[in-house]
């Protein structure tokens, strides 16, 4: 569990942002149901595989609901029943179970004596060496409350404890960063991210402590992992460190909010956001300056009328329930509601946790208070009405910063230190400027505007004009850099947030040419040098996704720029725009290399992806690539789930597929002969790896690059046309697209095996359309069907009001028809005005 988390940065020493944590117990409250075991025997199945002994398992943390009927879990690795801290997965199924997607923080290589050198594909931190020694004993020397007396006498021998401390015994990685083979001989200053890897040097037993402590009146708390068998402090880290009625607001003139009755008069209680919680709706209440030490949320605003607020400051010493004082629950209601609305109405994501649940906002904390804060044990928040340096400090990007540090505890959970923490803090202040993007533009809409925030965080609320960071050039504050070094670890995690939220600038807005600029970035040297773009809608929903779905909690710089292109492949296709500019976004921070952008001359291009393969135990399993462009001859190196495969150097890589390969993720990148070498690299490619017999893949030429062959309807739509572009490969299949009213059908004919223990049928989908509106004109129905033409079920509808930049990965389960022979349809119907294309490829239809 991770500490938390402020606004502020720690130079304003007089104004710490106060952030309680609850404590955490060992064993995570989530209930298990059948399917859950049912994906835990899958992953236990997969690690006997790998080599792990029988002391390695799993323990769910937390779950939520994901895109397209999908559920997100989070699963923490454990041994001997003990948490590895920091060792674990998010795994995303479909809502048959099947399971979608894997992303694997695994550091358990070496804990076990029995299969210390295991060696696995999703094994995402290598041993370091012979340090790397394992644990065979977890019995330690001191118990818990022994461990939080010597941490509390260390920290704040004469505090008092404000929340009960805890003490978790686990085992803990000790890692050490590692230059890699290629960057052995650089100089420190021209190391990029990628160049170093985070190693397991050792193996401690240790027990995790959390103490929330008082000291002069101000909050100490820490987070410290002390070695259970020594008693030594090994790492440590802050938690704390030094943002429908008429409302009034402060710093958005009239809004509207939405209240509800209360006898004859009215209350800030808006039933239609959010269930459950403390008052069981999104509320606002008054603390009546309750102290900063431990707030009351006290009651929630009730009014005669339903018009609240003057809008101006609120007078210290004055009444908190008059409309002065009404105003600073104005601006929180108008800011929660629209935290909220954004995540939900482009997002589908409700309230902080995904759930729904339902939280609040009290005001009027202490007095003078320059301070906000997020209590992650109510999952609310406190806002101050400023003193000597801020104003009320309930503007909307403050309110945005804070509630999404709701969001990262309830999924990534990052850990508040380090790259980590860095990374923590700058989803806030990404959370922040989109949810002002948000509102500024009405507050209303399934798409984060082009315009409307500022990139600064906190300007509004500041007496001296001056934001307390600038999103775009981190470095105007004097203290936060505008690239990653190696160093960045190393310093508060407000600064260390820059260089991601410059990345999110440069991702959103693009950058510039002039090196005078405060948009111009010296690491993009490709073409064009002034990167383009992707605008606040792609830029959020790629970097939201890989948060809740990729990252967990000690995702770095480097492995944060593998997830979020990642994110951006899933969304919009492993060679689009969107991932295009992500790779760039990362490189103008020195995070990886730069790319050429799509179109432009001179560079290296793909133009053969290598394509997902289905094979069985025993069989060799290929994968191709080819590019364009550049200087020829090409060298080629391939990755396996972001490795280097040593002595993979042909256009074309194979191997002999054992049980263990399963899963494993393929590609390559591409180098021409110039110097500097320019680079293009390739999509991702998995092998799926089936036992003989069981079925595997069951589609005939899903990829279309057979031609027609498999395939009866209106084979025409099949082939490479100008206009549109492959998933992967060369070839796909183009329905509608005419503009006129027309019908047009592809369809396969199938046997699913009866013994076959799961069914899964994906297909990668671009949606484009002329038509204007959400009206739904054209349509593509996706069905299983009877071999007399019979529906046997309709698996999905997608329209013209579906329509998206690039491929998206649609998944069903289809183990319904086990012992079957059915026909997978395709039918795309346009009406006679405005064309909608439906352009599909990579049809998969694994069944084992």
Same mark, same amino acid.
């Given at each position: 569990m991770n500490l938390r988390k402020t606004l502020l940065a720690a130079s304003i020493a007089a104004m710490p942002l106060m952030v309680t944590t609850p404590v955490s117990?060992?064993?995570?409250?989530?209930?298990? %149901?059948?399917?859950?075991? %049912?994906?835990?025997? +899958?992953?236990?199945?997969? =690690?006997?595989?790998?080599?792990?002994?029988?002391?390695s398992n799993f323990r769910i943390a937390n779950q939520h609901p994901g895109a397209d009927g999908q559920k997100i879990t989070r699963v923490q690795h454990t041994y001997k029943g003990l948490r590895v801290f920091g060792s674990e997965e998010v795994v995303v199924t479909d809502g048959g179970g099947n399971i979608v997607s894997l992303s694997v923080a695994d550091k358990r290589a070496g804990l076990d004596a029995s299969v210390a050198q295991a060696s696995s594909p999703d094994h995402t931190v290598a041993l370091a060496g012979p340090q790397a020694t394992p644990v065979d004993n977890i019995k330690p020397a001191f118990n818990a409350d022994a461990a939080i007396a010597r941490v509390a006498k260390k920290v704040a021998p004469t505090g008092e404890h404000r929340w009960p401390p805890t003490a978790e015994l686990l085992i803990y990685p000790v890692m050490a960063t590692v230059r890699t083979a290629e960057a052995a001989d650089k100089a420190e200053d021209e190391l990029n991210a990628l160049d170093l890897q985070d190693m397991v040097q050792r193996y401690a037993l240790a027990y995790y402590v959390q103490t929330r402590m008082i000291v002069d009146r101000k909050p100490v708390y820490h987070d410290t992992i002390i070695d259970a068998k020594t008693g030594e402090v090994i790492a440590q880290w802050q938690a704390l460190q030094t943002v429908v009625g008429t409302g009034n607001s402060q710093y958005n003139g009239a809004v509207p909010i939405s209240t509800s009755q209360n006898g004859s008069g009215f209350q800030m209680l808006d039933a239609t956001r959010g269930t459950g919680g403390k008052f069981g709706g999104m509320a606002i209440t008054n603390a009546n300056h309750s102290s900063q030490q431990n707030p009351s949320p006290g009651n929630v605003y009730t009014n005669s009328t339903n018009t609240w607020g003057d809008g101006k400051q609120y007078i210290p010493g004055g009444s908190t329930t008059n409309a002065n004082g009404q105003t600073a629950a104005v601006n929180a209601l108008w800011g929660?509601?629209?935290?909220? =609305?954004?995540?939900?109405?482009?997002?589908?994501?409700?309230?902080?946790d995904g759930n729904n649940t339902a939280t609040y906002i009290a005001v009027h904390v202490d007095n003078a208070y320059d301070n906000a804060f997020y209590d992650s044990g109510c999952k609310c928040m406190f806002i101050g009405d400023g003193g000597q340096y801020f104003y009320n400090l309930g503007s909307i990007d403050v309110i945005g910063h804070e509630m999404s540090h709701g969001i990262t505890d309830a999924t990534s959970n990052l850990v508040y230190a380090g790259e980590s923490g860095g990374l923590n803090e700058s989803h806030s202040d990404i959370g922040g400027d989109m949810v002002e993007a948000y509102a500024r533009n009405g507050g209303t809409g399934t798409a984060i505007p082009a315009s409307g925030n500022d990139w600064m965080t906190g300007k509004?609320?500041?007496?001296?004009?001056?934001?307390?960071?600038?999103?775009? +050039?981190?470095? +105007? =504050?004097?203290r936060s850099p505008d690239a990653w070094s190696s160093n960045l670890k190393n310093i508060d995690v407000h600064y260390s947030s820059g260089p991601n939220n410059r990345m999110f600038y440069f991702l959103s807005q693009g950058s510039k040419a002039d090196s005078g600029s405060d948009y111009y970035s010296q690491y993009l040297n490709k073409s064009p040098a002034a990167m383009t773009g992707i605008g606040n809608d792609k830029a959020y929903r790629i970097w939201f996704k890989a948060l809740t779905t990729k990252f967990t909690s000690g995702t770095n710089y480097a492995d944060a720029r593998a997830k979020v292109l990642l994110a951006a492949q899933e969304l919009y296709g492993a060679t689009s725009k969107e991932a295009i500019a992500v790779q760039r976004a990362y490189a103008a921070i020195?995070?990886?290399? =730069?790319?050429?952008?799509?179109?432009?001359?001179?560079?290296?291009?793909?133009? %053969?992806?290598?394509a997902s393969v289905a094979v069985t135990v025993g069989a060799t399993a290929s994968f191709s690539v080819a590019a364009s462009g550049g200087t020829p001859p090409y060298t080629y190196i391939w990755y396996r789930n972001g490795a280097l495969i040593a002595g993979a150097t042909s256009a074309t890589y194979s191997l002999t597929a054992t049980q263990a390969?399963?899963?494993?993720?393929? +590609?390559a990148q591409i180098r021409d002969a110039s110097s500097p070498a320019k680079t293009a690299t390739s999509g991702e490619a998995t092998l799926t790896v089936v036992t003989a017999g069981s079925g595997g893949e069951r589609i005939t030429n899903g990829g279309f690059e057979s031609g027609t062959t498999g395939w009866t309807g209106n084979t025409g739509a099949i082939g490479s046309f100008g206009g549109q572009k492959p998933y992967e490969g060369q070839r796909y299949a183009w329905m509608g697209g005419n503009g006129k009213r027309n019908t047009e059908t592809l369809t396969q004919t199938v046997t699913i095996p009866s013994s076959a223990a799961s069914a899964k049928l994906s297909f990668a989908l671009h949606i484009d359309t002329d038509e204007i509106g959400r009206a739904r004109y054209d349509r593509l129905v996706v069905a299983v069907k009877s071999s007399s033409g019979a529906v046997l079920g309709t698996l999905a509808t997608y329209s013209n009001a579906d329509a998206a930049d690039g491929y998206q990965v649609r998944t069903f389960d289809l183990s319904a028809y086990k012992g079957q022979t059915v026909t997978l349809s395709f039918v795309s119907t346009e009406d006679s005005w405005k064309q909608t294309s439906f352009v599909i490829d990579k049809v998969s239809l694994i069944a084992q």
């Open positions: 117990a060992a064993e995570p409250a989530v209930a298990v %149901t059948p399917q859950d075991k %049912t994906l835990l025997a +899958k992953l236990a199945e997969r =690690d006997a595989r790998l080599g792990l002994g029988a002391d929660l509601m629209n935290t909220y =609305d954004t995540n939900k109405n482009v997002l589908g994501w409700k309230s902080l509004e609320i500041a007496r001296d004009g001056q934001p307390l960071r600038w999103l775009y +050039k981190p470095s +105007k =504050d004097g020195n995070v990886g290399a =730069d790319v050429d952008e799509a179109g432009n001359s001179g560079g290296v291009s793909i133009t %053969t992806q290598p390969d399963n899963g494993a993720v393929f +590609k």
